[in-house]
């Protein structure tokens, strides 16, 4: 992704629009996402009980970190199914492990990664609402989910209001082709299907 940034003397005259963009500087940013982490935080198959190379967060971190070092800016985001997968996921959730101030076993690997922002996934819901909130709380980074609505019970969807945070709009700041910083305004919206809904 390449964002534009006309040089500030460019912007003195309307007339000089066309060729300020001739001499843009311009920022390229690595977009990086996990996704369907489901508790599989470390190279190991638990069904299969070995060590297994095809699962494991702790094995795309060191694709994350190389690819962070082969660029300049980036951005991690995560877009969920994470809390639930693996007989560790149903040890923290069912074993009554993790109580409120205590960081989720998932969240306290991904804080060490740095992430920017978190969408919730459909098998977040999984252990129910009190453990997803629980475990969302040991987060360093900000949750977005902008389809699940609390329901005021007035038959009225249209004022119920957004359960989870519905988007975000960060600061960050990158280093353009001139080298100079620029800060710019990254939106962030996350959503899960409908299937949500289906009890099981």
Known sequence: MTLFFPRKASV?????????????????????????IHMNLVD????GDKQSDGVGLSRVATLIKAAR?????????????????????????????????ETHPAFKAMN????????????????GLDFLMKSLSGANFPYVNANVYVDDGDNDASNDQPYFQPYIIKDKTFVDSDGETQTVKIGYIGFVPPQIMTLG
Do not use: C, W
């Not at 003195?12 to 300020?20: D, T």
């Open 44 to 47: 190991y198959d638990y069904y």
């Open 112 to 127: 060490l990664l740095d992430y920017d922002v978190g969408n919730i996934g459909n098998h977040e819901f999984n252990y």
């Open 12 to 36: 003195l005259a309307s007339s000089l629009l066309f060729a300020s963009l001739a001499q843009a500087a311009t920022i390229d940013l690595r977009v990086m996402e996990t996704t369907d």
């Open 69 to 101: 070092a082969e660029v300049t800016n980036s951005v991690l985001v995560d877009n969920g199914d994470l809390l639930q997968g693996t007989p560790l996921g149903d040890y923290v959730a069912k074993g009554r492990v993790l109580r409120f101030g």
